[in-house]
Each structure stands twice: as structure tokens, then as C-alpha cells.
């Protein structure tokens, strides 16, 4: 299993793009990459998935190099309402997974 | 409108009284699964399901069971709960054919005395 690295906290003005970059090292060929947004006592919501290179979707963006080691979240002129948690999840479809702690990001008037 | 559905919502019970919480998805989701979230822990998988009949553990099992005995039904069983199972539980399903977004449940917030 694809184990992840994000940071733990990250502070934004509202209106600036934010990145939110994870680290899976060990992620396996079939593998997609997906990031979901919690927002306190509420079940994690689906924002975006990718394989390689870039998707971009209404809400965001996510950028995985080729060697897939890594991912970046982006979220472009961020408001009061996307403060929540962010997690990054690799995962192959029938499997056990892992969520990391994910990052919390805290957007500032 | 697709959805998964948990209950109770709220629950407080007494150690070693046996619970059930009930989750059912209408997507017809092959894969279910049980997570528990805890401050400072991030979501951490209890048990999962690939299909009917088909169960196995995730990271946390103990103290917990599960059985899938329809496609859109996924309960879990606590046999006697204990406090250290306190904890804010979610379900959640996907179709795990490529594409692996799960849809999460509103969750279940349990206190055990």
C-alpha cells in the first residue's frame, strides 16, 4: 500500500491559488490518485482523481509528474468555504487503503 | 438521488451492550467499507468488502465485525463495545472498477460509557 506524505496544516488569504502537494513513493502501477475534502463531522467528498499529467475539473486541478511519486492539489482563488481537510488517497479499486492525516487547510479573510 | 445512508446517527451506549450500525448504498456499489475517525488520526479503515460474501480487515479491526449479505447493505457489529471505541464512524461504497471514488456516508457518532 501507497503510503502518503502531506503536510499537516497550511494557512491561505482568500482569493490566492493554494497547492497542496502529497508524496507517495511507493504508489503501484494501477494506482489512481484521488483527493478528498472533509469538512468537520462530515464524510469526505470526492474533489478530483488522476492517473498521470494534469485533470482539471470546476473546482480544481491536479498536477502527477511521470514518475508518480508525487501529487499536487490545486485549488485556485480559494474562499472562506474551502477550509476543511484535504487528503490524498493512491488507490487500485478492490483494495484495503490507508488515508494519511491529511492537510488542513485554513483559508484567512 | 445516490446516496449512503448510515444509522443510527448519534448513539450512547454502555460497555458490552451489543451494537449494530447499519449502512446501505443505492448504487449499486461492489465495494463497501467501514472507517472510524478520530482527532488527531485521520480516518483509519476498520473492515471492507469487494462484494457479497466477501469481506476482509483493514487496518483496525478488533473488537468489530462485519457481514455483506446483500450488494447494498454493509452493517457493522460491535459485540461489546468498550470506550476506546468512541469514535465518529463512516461508511462508504464505490463501484472500484477503475475509477475509485467512494461515496461517504454522513457518519455515526458513538459514545461508549
Known amino acids: 500500500l501507497a503510503k502518503t506524505t502531506q503536510p499537516i496544516s497550511m494557512d491561505s488569504y482568500e482569493g490566492q491559488e493554494v497547492n497542496i502537494t502529497c508524496s507517495h513513493n511507493?504508489?503501484?502501477?494501477?494506482?489512481?490518485i484521488t483527493w478528498y475534502q472533509q469538512f468537520p463531522s462530515q464524510g469526505p467528498r470526492f474533489i478530483i482523481q488522476g492517473y498521470k499529467t494534469k485533470v482539471t475539473n470546476e473546482v480544481a486541478s491536479l498536477f502527477i509528474p511521470a514518475d508518480r511519486k508525487s501529487s499536487t492539489l490545486s485549488l485556485p482563488r480559494v474562499s472562506l468555504s474551502d477550509t476543511a481537510v484535504y487528503y490524498c488517497?493512491?488507490?487500485?479499486?478492490?483494495?484495503?487503503?490507508?488515508f494519511g492525516t491529511g492537510t488542513k487547510l485554513q483559508v484567512i479573510p | 438521488e445516490a446516496q449512503v445512508t448510515q444509522n443510527p446517527r448519534y448513539l450512547i451506549t454502555v460497555t458490552g451492550k451489543k451494537l449494530t450500525v447499519t449502512c446501505s448504498q443505492n448504487?449499486?456499489?461492489?465495494?463497501m467499507s467501514w472507517y472510524r475517525q478520530d482527532p488527531g488520526l485521520g480516518l483509519r479503515q476498520i473492515y471492507y468488502?469487494?462484494?457479497?460474501?466477501?469481506?476482509d480487515k483493514g487496518d483496525v479491526p478488533e473488537g468489530y465485525k462485519v457481514s455483506r449479505k446483500e450488494k447494498r447493505n454493509f452493517p457493522l457489529i460491535l459485540e461489546s463495545p468498550s470506550p476506546n471505541q468512541t469514535s465518529l464512524y463512516f461508511c462508504?461504497?464505490?463501484?472500484?472498477?477503475?475509477?475509485?471514488?467512494?461515496?461517504f456516508g454522513p457518519g455515526t457518532r458513538l459514545t461508549v460509557t
Open positions: 511507493n504508489i503501484a502501477t494501477n494506482d489512481y
Open positions: 488517497l493512491p488507490s487500485g479499486g478492490y483494495q484495503k487503503v490507508t
Open positions: 462508504a461504497s464505490s463501484d472500484g472498477q477503475g475509477t475509485v471514488e467512494q461515496y
Open positions: 448504487m449499486n456499489h461492489e465495494y
Open positions: 468488502s469487494m462484494n457479497v460474501e466477501v469481506t
